[in-house]
């Protein structure tokens, strides 16, 4: 076993409701090795600045155990976030000869970086920069983002709560458009840069009975103006209350955004600052063409900030992830990502395992084609029996055959692993 004394661990990039769990994770299970934690304040960014905080000094598990377990089930970043892009290893070693020294400078023996997908190109340019420079730091990722995009983890920490949040603001929003009896379309739009696994999420409103959204429009998936007006006219004929769902990464076949964005901002990473807007654009574009009450709703940062509409399996399983980051940093690992990989469904069971950084960084994780519905509109069955557990807040996600609630505790495989085939690459199941 390494023998670590002290480790740096930041937060990177959009907030959510498991992120600070992950950070809980790694805390209590530092302190079981004695080994103090350091916090970057707002990311590598914070970091680079000189603004650090004793996490083991706020945080002891032993004199303040509430305090710790507040932080898990606590929204937000606790440590402030940051998107911060580096630059590459190769044409810049300067900046990093200044993330070397700082790290020496505070007798640093790891780092772990809570973050989604350009959280992971940060980890992934410090461990080349390290490896080719022969310097000893170990650094890991822990998987976060709501988006549901990363690639080398069955799903990450913040998206089974921001679907159950979804799934339940849609049943609710859809009996109150119904209460008048008259027709009417309630567009509802999450976000879902490129990959539409928050739309998706939506489609769990059936699971109550409830017959909404009628159609959900997602990122993989040309948008077609006529084709939307066609669909919606056929439902009409059924019904008088109709609900669309729309991620904000929804493009038309040429790839453009479906508002104008000659004046959009862009963020370090490229990608743009402000999305938003596919709700509103769609309820203008019907009124255009049905006469009835329609309205335009954007469900914004609630969806990675509802802790009242918290996963119980997904604050679980970021807290278990950020444990195992610890871990692997004592077996003696780096360049690497704690991901989770899924062993069955029914009854749901993971395991943990190491996947190398350089594999999944600035990869996208889209919703596979297997489960959108022919026409585009809707989802299949597969990305239901997906998504089910992860909203759970049974004790392990899922039930077992006899209804029981079956506790299923991963370990972590040192070993790195590799997706074995192409399906399993894209949904780790």
Known sequence: MRTIQKVLVGQSGGPTVAINSSLAGIINQAHKHDIEVI???NGIEGFLEGHTVNLSDIFHPTRNKQSVELLAQTPSSFLGSCRYKLPDPTQDKNFYQQIASRLTSLAID???????????????????????????????????????????TDHTPGFGSAARYIATAVQELARDAEVYGKPSITIIET?????GWLGAASALAHEKNEQAPDIILLPEVPFYEEKLIGKIRELFKYKKSLVIVVSEGVRRPDGSTLLAKSKARMDAFGHLADQSGNALYLAELCQKHFDCKIRGINLNSLQRCAIHAASKTDLREAWQLGAAGVDALLAGKTACMIGLYRVSDTPYQTELHCIAVSKIANKVKHVPADMISDDGFWVTKRVLTYLRPLISNGASGAQSEEGELSVFIPKLNLQETVPRDEDQRQIGV
């Open 39 to 41: 916090g970057m304040c």
């Open 110 to 152: 790891g780092v772990l970086y809570i973050g989604g997908n350009d959280s992971m190109d940060t980890v992934d340019k410090i461990s080349r920069y390290f490896a080719e420079n022969l310097i000893d730091i170990p650094t890991i990722g822990i998987p976060k983002t709501i988006d549901n995009d990363l690639e080398g």
């Open 191 to 195: 976000m879902g840069r490129d990959a």
